[in-house]
Every structure is written in structure tokens, then in C-alpha cells.
Antibody, heavy 122, light 107 residues
Framework: EVQLVQSGPDVKKPGESLRISCKGAGFSLTTYWINWVRQMPGKGLEWMGRIDPSDSDTNYSPSFQGHVTISADRSLSTAYLQWSSLRASDTAMYYC???????????????WGQGTLVIVSS | DIQMTQSPSTLSAFVGDRVTITCRASQSISSWLAWYQQKPGKAPKLLIYKASTLETGVPSRFSGSGSGTEFTLTISSLQPDDFATYYCQHYNSHSYTFGQGTKLEIK
């Protein structure tokens, strides 16, 4: 069974740095792409970007490029989402998600972590 | 960029009703569309992909249709567990775009 376990909630001040994690339980991260999705309070889902842990190749949404960094440590079966300088507008729930290729070779987000709540407030 | 627009934003219905949610793409996306269900405080759950293919384990009362720019999610007979927010999502080889969501409420 594919399970993603995310790190716990965090409260930070604007300008601080943060790294949240997403650990694959029961499977090798090298065989699954890890995506990150943001959900601001009371709002919808926004895809941020993804990483292929087998070679650390990343792909970002233009909306998030340059503000966050996605990385992975294959030996720990863990992917990360990090900020070097948080803003109040980064307050949100962050989900990691993985899945599988459908018959058309597109990647479906079928398995999701439980979410990590990040609050940025002075 | 392709935009995904859902309607309605909120839908009130009774248990047992048949309901339909619509998702429109700003340009043709063939059948590269998925539907998700999200309950409060929970992660989204994949229901349907490739516009009409039911994910394993999803009840058959859920169905999807459409291609090109217009898609629908239909729940044939609402159950109490179905009251949630539903999102459509366009996917391709390099990105994902979600609709703004439709909240399905109990009438």
C-alpha cells in the first residue's frame, strides 16, 4: 500500500525559512514522482511542482517557481518542500501526492499525504 | 495557460438526488481530466480520470463524461457520504490545473 506521511504543523514568522517533509511508507520513492499541492484557507487546490526522486529532476508551476524548492533524499524515502523566506501569504495546508501512469502515460495523483499546515504570522 | 472553470460553485441537494457538476476548459484538453472529492480536513481523493474512467474502489454511482472543453461529473443517487467539495483537474505531461471547486451541501 502506498502511503505518504507528512511532517507536523509549523508556525513561523515572515522572513524565516522552513522545510516540510513527505515520507514514503512501504515503497521506494525512486519509483514514484512526488508532487506538492497548496490549499490556502478556505480556498481550492493549486499544483506547485514535482520531483522525480530517481534523478532529482524537478518541474515547477510558474506561480511558485523561485519561491519554493522541491528536493528529495532517496536514501530516506523522503521528499521536501522548502522556503528560504516565508511570507504571510504562504499560510496554507500543503499536501504531497504521488500516483501512477495511466494507460496514456500521464501521471495521476492517486495517493495523497495527510497534509502539513503552515502558519506564517508575526 | 489553460483555465478550468466549474459550475455551480455551491450545490444543495437531498439524499437520493441525481446531481451533475460541470467543468469547462478554456481550450480543448481532449480527455485529460480527473475529478477529486475532498472532505473537510482531509486530503483529496481521486474519483475519475481520463474524463470517464472510475478509479479502483470508487462507487459506481459516480460517473464522468465529456471531452474537449466540457465535462461533467454525475452522482446518480446521493448518499450522505457524498457531501463534500469536488474538484476537476486537467493533467498533462508537465503540469496540473484544478478548477475552483464545487461544494455539495445537504438540502
Amino acid at each position: 500500500e502506498v502511503q505518504l506521511v507528512q511532517s507536523g504543523p509549523d508556525v513561523k514568522k515572515p522572513g524565516e525559512s522552513l522545510r516540510i517533509s513527505c515520507k514514503g511508507a512501504g515503497f521506494s520513492l525512486t519509483t514514484y514522482w512526488i508532487n506538492w499541492v497548496r490549499q490556502m484557507p478556505g480556498k481550492g487546490l493549486e499544483w506547485m511542482g514535482r520531483i522525480d526522486p530517481s534523478d532529482s529532476d524537478t518541474n515547477y508551476s510558474p506561480s511558485f517557481q523561485g519561491h519554493v524548492t522541491i528536493s528529495a533524499d532517496r536514501s530516506l524515502s523522503t521528499a521536501y518542500l522548502q522556503w528560504s523566506s516565508l511570507r504571510a501569504s504562504d499560510t496554507a495546508m500543503y499536501y504531497c501526492a504521488t500516483g501512477y501512469f495511466d494507460s496514456s502515460a500521464y501521471y495521476l495523483l492517486a495517493y495523497w499525504g495527510q497534509g502539513t499546515l503552515v502558519i506564517v504570522s508575526s | 495557460d489553460i483555465q478550468m472553470t466549474q459550475s455551480p460553485s455551491t450545490l444543495s441537494a437531498f439524499v437520493g438526488d441525481r446531481v451533475t457538476i460541470t467543468c469547462r476548459a478554456s481550450q480543448s484538453i481532449s480527455s485529460w481530466l480527473a475529478w477529486y472529492q475532498q472532505k473537510p480536513g482531509k486530503a483529496p481523493k481521486l474519483l475519475i480520470y481520463k474524463a470517464s474512467t472510475l478509479e479502483t474502489g470508487v462507487p459506481s454511482r459516480f460517473s464522468g463524461s465529456g471531452s474537449g472543453t466540457e465535462f461533467t461529473l454525475t452522482i446518480s443517487s446521493l448518499q450522505p457520504d457524498d457531501f463534500a467539495t469536488y474538484y476537476c483537474q486537467h493533467y498533462n505531461s508537465h503540469s496540473y490545473t484544478f478548477g475552483q471547486g464545487t461544494k455539495l451541501e445537504i438540502k
